[in-house]
């Protein structure tokens, strides 16, 4: 699978990863027989039609998507992006990772794929179900720096995480839950279910500009990667 050359690269031999999805521009090398086609995560394009909500709510999910090209053949590929740093999840089944298409790198292609609403990210989130639920996490995403959706990945494999600054692994699963800023927040392993709190009013939160205002709120069993930063990838 992917095996660490520094901090900032990664490599994998792709025949043996049975195909690699990474972001446009991350690959810097290969060697060997490979060949490089658009890729499509599924759900990206899975709400642009209906009414005008839904065709909102299909274009905020569309912006989740991050372009990605699919690596397949007998060789060995270099993957990095804009100098930031790495890290390796090995995939186990029944497991599954959420993380933010910008803080995606690459991931083995037989990993199940797909767009999901950050309100369903473990059933939490306050704001409600179906699409108006959905909206109202836009609106906390614009507070947060966090998307309206995000990518979930499951099954058998590994993905790449970058993050600015370095990453922070922490276990969750004890009496309290671990408390994240959203800006800092890279993904989740395992079964972590997320939730979006503040202790102020919409009215007060609105033009603060995020800050400590809104808490992501993390339970359940796995793990959560938060990135030495609050900076956006």
């Known amino acids: 699978m992917f095996e660490?050359?520094?901090g900032k690269v990664v490599k994998v031999n792709v025949g043996m990863a049975?195909?690699?999805a990474a972001r446009t521009g991350a690959m810097l090398?290969?060697?060997g027989d490979v060949s490089f086609a658009p890729h499509q995560i599924p759900?990206?394009?899975?709400?642009g039609g209906g009414g005008g909500l839904m065709r909102v709510a299909g274009r905020m999910m569309a912006g989740e998507h991050e372009r990605t090209m699919l690596a397949q053949g007998t060789g060995e590929v270099h993957y990095g992006f804009a100098g930031l740093e790495v890290h390796v999840v090995q995939?186990?089944?029944g497991a599954t990772l959420r993380v933010e298409a910008s803080r995606l790198l690459a991931n083995t292609a037989g990993l199940q794929s797909s767009i999901v609403s950050v309100m369903s990210s473990g059933g939490g989130g306050g704001g409600g179900g179906g699409l108006m639920g959905a909206l109202r996490g836009a609106a906390t995403g614009a507070l947060t720096g966090q998307g309206m959706f995000t990518t979930q990945l499951s099954g058998q494999g590994a993905a790449v995480l970058l993050a600015h600054g370095g990453f922070l692994e922490l276990p969750v699963g004890g009496p309290n839950p671990i408390v994240v800023d959203p800006q800092a927040f890279v993904?989740?392993?395992g079964n972590v279910q997320t939730e979006l709190k503040t202790a102020l009013s919409w009215r007060d939160a609105v033009g603060r500009g995020s800050g400590e205002a809104m808490q992501l709120h993390c339970v359940g069993q796995g793990v959560v990667y938060v990135q030495a930063s609050e900076e956006k990838l």
Do not use: D, L
């Open 4 to 6: 660490k050359v520094n």
């Open 18 to 20: 049975g195909g690699v």
């Open 29 to 31: 090398f290969y060697t």
């Open 43 to 47: 759900g990206g394009q899975g709400m």
């Open 91 to 93: 995939m186990q089944p």
């Open 187 to 189: 993904a989740a392993y």
